[in-house]
């Protein structure tokens, strides 16, 4: 499957996410726009913690519930269509990741030790790295938006600056690389390597000169 992506195919990975992004775009301009209620629902929010006039903001606001406590279905669509998108991209995920543990597996049986240890290190990294996404992104924004929809059946006010969400996104390409030096054996001995000589001085290494004169006499060692 993956040769049909090869050559001009890579322009269709290059453009898939494109389609994800319209889809999240779209149900925001579909089920986010706001109105009365929701600009009064987050007018004074707005002014305490960013000092901005609701009404002086472009903006889509998420309210879950109208003043009578039903809920607000259009905005109950955008928080279902973000999961459907995300929750089709986790099956693919897994799906896929399962095909390839068990194809991998079988495949290196015809190999050494050594490489079947190496293609493995190469896929719990890749695990990693699906793993990293999902712990910094997808779990806190998923807290963020259905805070707003549990927290009235428990009665909870929430008041949760998100600009630390967004930071977190300088975060993950760090850590997608130190996901493969720590787990995979040879760049975790070169880095080792490298730290060693770093904060090891290096070795002395002493001279030693000779003279010998005319008659023979023994040498002088300096």
Known sequence: MAQKFDG???????GYPIIPGILYFSSFYLYCQPDGYSDDFVRQ???SNYELAIGEVPRFVIVSYNADGTLRWKNMLFLAQGVAVIGLHY???IYFG???HFHMKLKLKDYSATYQR???QFFRALVVQTMAPTL??????GIVFMGPLISPIFGISISLQTGWLCSMISVYPPFDSIAFMMIVTEYKKIIKEHIAYLFTPPETVGTVSEMTDARGAKPIRN
Do not use: R
């Not at 001009?8 to 290059?14: E, K, N, Q, S």
């Not at 910094?136 to 924004?141: L, Y």
């Open 8 to 14: 001009y195919g890579v322009f269709g990975w290059l």
């Open 45 to 47: 929010e707005m002014l």
């Open 91 to 93: 099956l693919v995920i």
């Open 98 to 100: 399962l095909q390839m």
């Open 118 to 120: 190496l293609q493995k």
């Open 136 to 141: 910094m992104f997808v779990i806190p924004a």
